[in-house]
């Protein structure tokens, strides 16, 4: 089993930059890489960002340039750097660790103003 615990969400301007964080704990030695997600009010989820364990990162082209995905193994924490926040940014985040089983973390919401 793996915990995935999210902080960092808040309202921003347009513009502006919140860093999320996605707290692992439990079997985090079964974790392949990790992901951001994000769902918008009426919309699918989609993925934002993934990172490998060996540091290895993809971004959706609507955050390509703006968004950083970045991972501390000493403290089984992975990060997102969101800079440029757009309004259509807004949604909720998820972490998701890729492991045998796949674990999602509760969620924290963007809100970007314009």
């Known amino acids: 089993q793996v915990q995935l615990v999210e902080s960092g969400g808040g309202l921003v301007q347009a513009g502006g930059s919140l860093r999320l964080s996605c707290a692992a704990s439990?079997?985090?030695?079964?974790?392949?890489?990790m992901r951001w997600y994000r769902q918008a009010l009426g919309k699918q989820r989609e993925v934002v960002a993934t990172i490998t364990s060996g540091g290895i990162a993809n971004y959706a082209d609507s955050v390509k340039g703006r968004f950083t995905i970045s991972r501390d193994n000493a403290k089984n924490t992975v990060y997102l750097q969101m800079n440029s926040l757009k309004p259509e940014d807004t949604a909720v985040y998820y972490c998701y660790a890729v492991s045998r089983g796949g674990y999602w973390g509760q969620g924290t919401q963007v809100t970007v103003s314009s």
């Open positions: 439990g079997s985090v030695f079964s974790i392949n890489s």
